[in-house]
């Protein structure tokens, strides 16, 4: 029975032993063993393994992981005061880092970094003006400044994937500055695009009434040379009428003289009734 018994236990120690020295790794992490403080250094991927008593397993995520900084004031070159929002992207690099200057903390390594990505931010947007860092998605981080901020990264055993300008926000005063300066730009915009069209309109009105004064000239020049022939074809009418009966003709004459001189309000006519003028009312028949 005791045999039974110490059996038993022997089975049980060694069960409880392997299940202390096993470990499982997820896939999106990795593993570190620590033995006294001391890192091993051996990197162990997803899977089974096995560690020995005294050896602390240090987990490590390994996917890509993001933080969102809200609330950051920012200053631009030309003194505007700027809310800002920006987020950035890292992943692991080197455990072994990560453990030696964070002691294995991914979150004291991720705020150290977003320390870093934000002074560098800040000193990028008081560079430029206004216009320049509302612009650009790193809020003008140059690629020298980005690649420095991924050496540091990888000091802290991090790899900085992207940095990005989350949501820029205007304070009361500048966005009261900035509707004022667009409300004056449209303005402008509008009195330029006013001018414009008056001196479109002038030219059009100046095109269209020499086009009028060409229509009528011309619609002149052909009447008046309709009217000449006209004129010298009644000529050579009247001239052949006459010539077959000069006694009417002048009668004729003679009657659209009255009519053109006499009777009209207030036309005084001073001639001598004997005249030639009045030959066709003395007589009814002219002699």
Aim: charged residues 25%; aromatic residues 8%; hydrophobic residues 45%.
């Amino acid at each position: 029975m005791s045999v039974r018994v110490t059996s038993t236990v022997m089975v049980l120690l060694a069960a409880v032993l392997a299940w202390r020295c096993a470990f499982i790794v997820d896939e999106a992490d990795s593993a570190m063993l620590v033995h006294f403080g001391q890192v091993s250094g051996t990197l162990y991927g997803p899977g089974l393994h096995f560690r020995s008593p005294f050896d602390e397993v240090r987990t490590f995520d390994r996917r890509v992981l993001s933080r969102l900084i809200s609330g950051e004031s920012f200053l631009t070159r030309d003194q505007k005061a700027l809310n800002v929002d920006f987020y950035l992207k890292w992943r692991l690099l080197d455990p072994l880092r990560l453990y030696q200057v964070a002691g294995g903390d991914a979150d004291l390594a991720s705020l150290r970094l977003t320390d870093q990505v934000r002074d560098r931010l800040k000193s990028a947007v008081a560079a430029q003006p206004f216009t320049a860092v509302i612009a650009e998605p790193r809020a003008t981080l140059s690629v020298a400044g980005f690649n420095e901020l991924q050496t540091a990264a990888a000091g802290l055993g991090l790899d900085l994937i992207d940095v990005q300008i989350h949501r820029i926000d205007l304070t009361d005063d500048v966005a009261s500055a900035v509707y004022q300066r667009m409300q004056q730009e449209l303005v402008a915009k509008a009195q330029q695009l006013r001018a414009s069209g008056n001196a479109e309109a002038e030219k059009i009105r100046g095109d269209a009434e020499r086009q009028r004064a060409e229509i009528l000239a011309e619609a002149t020049r052909q009447s008046q040379h309709l009217r000449g022939e006209a004129d010298s074809q009644a000529a050579a009418a009247y001239a052949k009428a006459y010539g077959r009966n000069a006694e009417f003709s002048a009668f004729y004459r003679s009657m659209q003289a009255y009519k053109n001189t006499l009777g009209r309000d207030g036309d005084i006519l001073v001639i001598a009734p004997e005249g030639e003028f009045f030959k066709y009312l003395h007589s009814a028949n002219g002699r």
